[in-house]
Nanobody, 124 residues
Framework: QVQLVESGGGLVQAGGSLSLSCTASGRTFSSYAMGWFRQAPGKEREFVAAISWSGGSTYYADSVKGRFSISRNNAKNTVYLQMNSLKPEDTAVYYC?????????????????WGQGTQVTVSS
């Protein structure tokens, strides 16, 4: 059974930092791209960042570029999201996901396995 478990969410003041982790179990995902998405109340799930199977290429939403950093450790089957200079508009439930293919993709439909999400709240 495939399972993705996110951790590291919480409450932080604007300008602060949080680091999210997502560990996969049930199979190895070193041959697949992985991504982070977020969903705020009343809004659709949106792309945040993605990383290729090797970690050699990354892709970010314009809203987080320069503030967030995605990385992965294939030996640990884990993907990370370092979030700096957080803003109140970053408040959302953050989900990690495994893509269908090798390379980064921003489309929700291209991800086949999803975690349960972790809440990130940024106060002003």
């Amino acid at each position: 059974q495939v399972q993705l478990v996110e951790s590291g969410g919480g409450l932080v003041q604007a300008g602060g930092s949080l680091s999210l982790s997502c560990t996969a179990s049930g199979r190895t995902f070193s041959s697949y791209a992985m991504g982070w998405f977020r969903q705020a109340p009343g809004k659709e799930r949106e792309f945040v960042a993605a990383i290729s199977w090797s970690g050699g290429s990354t892709y970010y939403a314009d809203s987080v570029k320069g503030r967030f950093s995605i990385s992965r450790n294939n030996a640990k089957n884990t993907v990370y999201l370092q979030m700096n200079s957080l803003k109140p508009e970053d408040t959302a439930v953050y989900y990690c996901a495994v893509a269908r293919g090798l390379y980064s993709d921003l489309r929700v439909d291209e991800y086949v396995y999803w975690g349960q999400g972790t809440q990130v709240t940024v106060s002003s």
